[in-house]
């Protein structure tokens, strides 16, 4: 044991810690696609493994094929919505329901995306492309990741307190009481889709950049991890700020867990944990999470309860006292 922790260099740790952070930030875009549906919407969404991908093959190949930066992501951002508008058109026209209709989009993206690469994997060099993010510069990355960051929170922030932005989190939070408002639900879910899909392709977009090539494997497990920086992010807010935690905050701290999803990661490859079982940690620290919340709320109610029994008690003690 003695050997084990002596063999461990804190300085290896904090030297990844950049890098750590600037994936987190690269998957906190992903996780805010993940909120919209999750949270906002209420739609399992499983097409976001094939929209990440996507996101990063429809920017390697065009800038492979000559096209600047600023057109490759827009490409990447306008081919996420379009896997989303399959998705919401299955759930919606054709009535499967929401998990089967990300599967069946998920599923259809893997062909395509070899059909878009040419091939399972592309390079993206950035001695030969220029790239808005590369692990050559990891301390700029993090700066120009934030920057994409705060102006998708800040859009995204007044975009939902829009008619339709409002029109979609009415949808999630009252699907039968929506109609009765006049709200198309159906539209709404179709919107809310496409770009949620778009967020987490563009997301697909800034990573492949970041680590120099694309993958037709880039973004198995992405629901996993977007669902985990969701879940932590909103616990640590719920937490800190409880009754304060508003909309922008929450935006905020699903970035936010992005990030300390990608630390923690950090943290069980300095500790020389298997890497092989990286998807069995993953799967724990997002159970635990996810029971937080229930559990807290189960204290809560229980001391309540007793609370209540208690007086209950002595004012029937003290009526019979008199």
Same mark, same amino acid.
């Given at each position: ?16 810690l ?9 998957w906190?875009?992903?996780a ?9 919407l209420?739609f ?18 065009m ?22 508008l ?5 759930h919606?026209?054709?009535g499967i329901?929401?998990?089967l ?30 790239v ?12 120009v990741?934030?920057a ?25 939070n ?5 109609p ?9 879910k %179709? ?8 967020? %987490? ?8 950049q ?5 993958? %037709? ?10 669902l ?10 719920e ?9 922008v ?15 923690? %990661? ?17 799967a ?21 309860k ?17």
């Open positions: 044991m003695l050997d084990y922790f002596t063999s461990l260099d804190p300085m290896a740790f904090v030297n990844a950049p890098g750590n952070i600037c994936q987190g930030i690269i906190g875009v992903m805010l696609g993940v909120y919209i549906t999750f949270k906002l209420n399992a969404d499983l097409t976001v493994d094939g929209s990440f991908a996507t996101g990063g093959a429809v920017t390697a190949m800038l492979i094929s000559g096209q600047p930066i600023w057109l490759a992501m827009i490409a990447a951002f306008v081919a996420g919505l379009a896997a989303g399959v998705t919401g058109l299955l919606t026209l054709l329901p929401d998990i209709a990300g599967i069946l989009t998920q599923i259809a993206l893997y062909s395509i995306n070899l059909n878009i690469m040419g091939k399972a994997n592309q390079t993206i060099s950035v001695d030969n492309y220029v808005a993010l590369s692990l050559r510069n990891v301390w700029l990355s993090i700066v990741a934030l994409f960051v705060a102006v998708i929170i800040a859009l995204l922030y007044w975009y939902f307190g829009t008619e339709q932005g409002s029109a979609i989190r009415a949808t999630g009252n699907p039968a009481m929506a009765a408002q006049g709200i198309n639900i159906n539209k709404y %179709v919107i809310a889709l496409a770009l949620s899909n778009g967020l %987490v392709a563009l997301s697909g977009s800034l990573l492949s970041y680590q120099g090539f694309a993958d %037709v494997n880039m973004g198995r497990g992405a629901i996993v991890i977007g985990a920086a969701v879940i932590i992010g909103q616990v640590i807010g937490a800190i700020f409880r009754k304060r935690f508003n909309f905050m929450r935006l905020s701290f699903v970035a936010f867990g992005g990030i300390l999803y990608y630390i923690v %990661v950090g943290l069980v490859l300095w500790l020389k944990l298997p890497a092989d079982d990286m998807k069995l940690f993953t724990i620290i997002v159970a635990v999470f996810l029971a937080m919340p229930y559990l807290s709320n189960k204290r809560k109610n229980s001391f309540k007793v609370a209540a029994q208690n007086k209950k008690l002595s004012t029937a003690e003290g009526a019979q006292d008199g």
